[in-house]
């Protein structure tokens, strides 16, 4: 069964840090595109950030560049969010997706095209 499991969302007070992480099961992520999306209270979900299957290219959401840093392990066929310098509107339901890249982009912002989807993880930033 494919699988994607987020995990390390958590309260954080502003400006500290969190990472995320992205398990995939079921199969493998070497050829997919790994998006990370968020969603907060009484929004529409939106792209944060992609890593390419290789991860020799990564995106950013305007909102988060310079704080957050996607990245993978392809070996641990799991992929990651670090998230610094986080602040109260960063607070949402974390999202990871994969996408498989055949012909296609997926890698460009909003970061369309995504197959799989995980349940999601709570951040929240707050004192």
């Known amino acids: 069964q494919l699988q994607l499991v987020e995990s390390g969302g958590g309260l954080v007070q502003p400006g500290g840090s969190l990472r995320l992480s992205c398990a995939a099961s079921g199969f493998s992520v070497d050829n997919y595109a790994i998006g990370w999306f968020r969603q907060a209270p009484g929004k529409e979900r939106e792209g944060v950030s992609c890593i390419t299957g290789s991860g020799g290219s990564t995106d950013y959401a305007d909102s988060v560049k310079g704080r957050f840093t996607i990245s993978r392990d392809n070996a641990k066929n799991t992929a990651y969010l670090q998230m610094n310098s986080l602040k109260p509107e960063d607070t949402a339901v974390y999202y990871c997706?994969?996408?498989?890249?055949?012909?296609?982009?997926?890698?460009?912002?909003?970061?369309?095209?995504?197959?799989?989807w995980g349940k999601g993880t709570l951040v929240t930033v707050s004192s």
């Open positions: 997706a994969a996408g498989i890249e055949v012909g296609i982009r997926l890698c460009v912002f909003p970061y369309y095209g995504m197959d799989y």
